[in-house]
């Protein structure tokens, strides 16, 4: 009887063994490039820095913690998470048109430079336009929410 168990827990490590190395093999791939990426972060040092900083985890969150609790920081962390705000809520395609728009504009500064000075009747000309008055319409409206947002504290 104890012949026939030990055969039996026998055949079944065997194939537990058979199965292992067939995993090996069909994976053989993703193994390889794990440990390369293993290998990479060895030799640019981010693996022993992740190392030191679990091993050193609550000098970490004592430094993390106190530059957080710091009020220029914490200032840093709301003004950022203003921008976010500001930046999600604005449709992508007009944001991307708006940064290439100003970027050829400061680009061609020097051009502007050239030009005579802008009277009230040129401007009074250029208001004309609707893109250029929408514009000056977006920019007063937020300088009218930012002093509003000062009268209020």
Same mark, same amino acid.
């Given at each position: 009887? =104890? ?17 292992? =190395?067939?995993?090996?093999?069909? +994976? ?11 290998? !990479?972060? #060895? *030799? ?25 609790? @710091?009020?220029? @920081? ?5 003004? !950022?998470?203003?921008?976010? !705000? ?6 992508? *395609?007009?944001?991307? +048109? ?10 061609? =500064?020097?051009?502007? #430079? ?30 009218? !929410? ?8």
């Amino acid at each position: 009887m =104890a012949k026939m168990t030990n055969k039996i827990v026998q055949e079944q490590d065997e194939r537990k063994e058979l199965n292992v =190395a067939g995993m090996f093999q069909r +994976h053989f791939d993703d193994i390889q490039s794990l440990l390369d990426l293993i290998s !990479a972060f #060895k *030799e640019s040092g981010i693996l022993s820095m992740i190392k030191s900083m679990l091993t050193q985890k609550d000098d970490v969150l004592d430094v993390v913690s106190s530059d957080l609790l @710091n009020a220029e @920081n914490a200032r840093f962390i709301q003004n !950022a998470l203003s921008i976010y !705000a500001l930046l999600s809520r604005v449709d992508p *395609e007009i944001m991307r +048109h708006i940064v290439l728009t100003a970027a050829d504009a400061m680009m061609n =500064a020097d051009a502007f #430079k050239k030009e005579p000075p802008l009277g009230l009747l040129r401007i009074n000309s250029m208001l004309k336009d609707p893109d250029i008055s929408a514009g000056i319409r977006v920019m007063l409206s937020a300088i009218g !929410a930012m002093t509003s947002s000062r009268k209020q504290q």
